[in-house]
């Protein structure tokens, strides 16, 4: 079936330092976005990449969506204690375009002050 | 606007007993859905519809039943619970499938 797989599954950085997720899919996605979980939280939307080689930015966050619209990073410099939680992206398959996300396993990012 | 909503926020049931989950929204979106989250997995989806009247399985919908008889409601069962079952609960919705998502506080089911 469809996957999503998303690498690093935790990662903790001392604050200022950079953090990076990524996202790959076992087919084409039409669109990916991105969410973000503070603890004890529910997701909360970020972004939506759709074409191919997008990249957009929120701030300090910077996202990328693959040439091949197979994969996706998320990147975010000089992290601070306010990015800590975890970051999912999520993806619709182009043969089912337009009714589901298939979410990957998150990123869970602790930031050391 | 509330967005989302959810009730009830914990929950703790025991082997076989039943309850239904109510998700609740006010922002006219045709798209509800019904996720569990459990550790290291992310969120998989268990039902989904695509408008009022309307219901689709998910990738885990066994042990689960949904009902959308009002566009602002999506009401998850559970028939007879397992220990299988226990996770949290999320609830979203979105105007398209391929939209952003709006996901409700979630409800924390254990069952014993």
């Known amino acids: 079936g469809q996957q999503v797989m998303q690498i690093p599954q935790y990662q903790h950085v001392q604050e200022g330092e950079d953090f990076t997720t990524y996202c790959n899919s076992s087919?084409?996605?039409?669109?990916i976005q991105w969410y973000k979980q503070r603890p004890g939280g529910h997701p909360v939307f970020l972004i939506q990449?759709?074409?191919?080689?997008e990249v957009k930015k929120q701030k300090r966050l910077t996202f990328q969506f693959g040439e091949a619209k197979k994969n996706s990073s998320l990147h975010i410099t000089a992290t601070q204690t306010t990015d800590v939680g975890t970051y999912f992206c999520?993806?619709?398959?182009?043969?089912?375009?337009?009714?589901?996300?298939?979410f990957g396993a998150g990123t869970i990012l602790r930031v050391k002050s | 606007n509330a967005g989302v909503t959810q009730t009830p926020k914990f929950r703790v049931l025991k082997t076989g007993q039943s309850m239904t989950l109510l998700c609740a929204q006010d922002m006219n979106h045709e798209y509800m859905y019904w996720y569990r989250q459990d550790p290291g997995m992310g969120l998989r989806l268990i039902h989904y519809?695509?408008?009022?009247?309307?219901?689709a399985k998910g990738e885990v919908p066994d042990g689960y039943n949904v009902s959308r008889l009002k566009k602002q409601n999506f009401l998850l069962g559970l028939e007879s619970a397992a220990p299988s079952q226990t996770s949290v609960y999320f609830c979203?919705?979105?105007?398209?499938?391929?939209?952003?998502?709006?996901f409700g506080p979630g409800t924390r089911l254990t069952v014993l």
């Open positions: 979203a919705s979105s105007t398209q499938g391929h939209n952003e998502q709006f």
């Open positions: 519809s695509v408008g009022e009247g309307t219901t």
């Open positions: 999520a993806g619709t398959p182009s043969e089912e375009y337009g009714n589901k996300l298939v």
């Open positions: 087919t084409t996605l039409s669109n």
């Open positions: 990449l759709v074409k191919s080689g």
